[in-house]
Every structure is written in C-alpha cells, then in structure tokens.
C-alpha cells in the first residue's frame, strides 16, 4: 500500500489497558461487546492513505499490510492522541453557561469557542472543563483487515468526498480529469480542499468542485436569470 491508494477496511479499536471498544465498523463484533451503535454506521469504510484520514502509528503500519490480512496494531498514545495536558483544563464563569440557557452539570459534553470537552466540576459559580481528547493518555489498540483495495476511480473520489461532505453530488471522469457537480453549495475554502484531495488520488490529474449555483456563474440562481 502507498499514499494514494483507496482502500477499504474493517477495524476494532481498543483502549489496550481494559480492553474497552470505543470505535468499530463491524457488526457482529459490537453484538458480541455489547456495544451501543444506536448513533453508529457499521460497515467497512473506505480511507485514502497519506492524508490524515487515520492515526499515523496505525496508517504507518497498515502500509505493509495486504488485501485480506488481519492485523492486531498497538498504537502507544504519543502516536494516538497524545497525553493528557493540565493547559487543556480550563475554568469558565458559570455565567457565561447561562447566557445561552445552558445549566451546566457534571459530565455534561460542552462545545466552547469550537473546542469540546466535558465538564468536571461546577462549584462556587466556576466551571471546570477538560478540553482534552476522551482517548488522550491512552494506549489504543487495533484489529484491523483490509478487505479490498479500491480501483474504480468513481469509488475513489466517492470515498474523499463522503469522508468530507454530506450532500449529494454528480461524478465525471475523463481520463484522469475529475468533475464533481453538487446540488447544494458548500464554502469554496472546502470546494479547494475537496480538488486537492481528489487530486491526490493515484491516476487523477486535475479535479473540478462545482458548488450548488456556481454552476450558473456569479452565483446567480436559475430564478434570478428568469427574472432578468
């Protein structure tokens, strides 16, 4: 395997100290733990390598796999998420909670200026929050099978903007010239990166995003040209 190259994957992680399952893809596998995949799409899942789509001690190592292998991968935290950091804990006015109708508790997952984290403690008018990754300080482990790897361009370019977007969109391939039209517009700073990643995908040359209007020019709709 190289960077560039789609494939798919079915994989189990594990906290290694407990043995705990955090992430998984297949199913029967979260039958026999018990797992809790009510908010879960279970089924293998496609990953271009190279681009950050997994951890780097587990990409590193999935490299020298083969279609059909079956590996049990330990990734130590400093490849994972890192250690747990005290500058990640921060105390915030109980104030500011209930500026936004929020009555802060315990345990409570909260999203404050883009960053998540879970409330520890609230005391005295202070709020504690711990920004820090659930899985940072811990050592993770994989069990990992690479059930296929992917050579169909469309299914390629469908893995990068299913990992990125949640819209529909069009495919066309011209002898490594990729267009992908969507029906809703999305930023054009996302519109740039999806063409980078695209473009990065073994045999593709050069990628086109056309976003919702955009396809009109100057972002007039169809109803705006009627009227003009």
Do not use: Q, W
């Amino acid at each position: 395997m190289e960077d560039g190259d789609v494939i798919e994957i079915n994989y189990v992680g594990r906290i290694k100290s407990s043995g705990e399952v955090f992430d998984l893809t297949d199913k029967e596998t979260a039958e026999e733990e018990n797992v809790d995949t009510e908010n879960m799409e279970l089924g293998p899942v496609k990953i271009l390598l190279g681009e950050g789509y997994l951890l780097k001690g587990l990409e590193k190592r999935m490299k020298d796999m083969e279609v059909g292998e079956k590996e049990t991968i330990e990734v130590p935290k400093k490849d994972a998420f890192g250690s747990r950091k005290s500058s990640n804990i921060k105390t915030i006015s109980e104030r500011e909670f209930k500026n936004y109708d929020v009555t802060p508790r315990r345990g409570m997952p909260v999203e404050v200026d883009g960053k998540r984290g879970k409330i520890l403690t609230v005391s005295n008018g202070r709020v504690k929050v711990d920004f820090n990754h659930p899985l940072a300080g811990r050592d993770l482990e994989y069990d990992v099978e690479i059930t296929r790897k992917i050579e169909d361009m469309e299914e390629k370019v469908e893995a990068v903007m299913d990992f990125y977007i949640d819209h529909e969109y069009e495919i066309e391939v011209d002898e490594g010239s990729i267009k992908v039209e969507l029906e809703e517009e999305i930023p054009e700073e996302l519109c740039d990166k999806l063409e980078e990643e695209v473009e990065k995908l073994n045999d593709v040359e050069k990628a086109e995003i056309v976003s919702g209007e955009e396809e009109n020019g100057n972002g007039d709709s169809d109803e705006d040209e009627e009227k003009d």
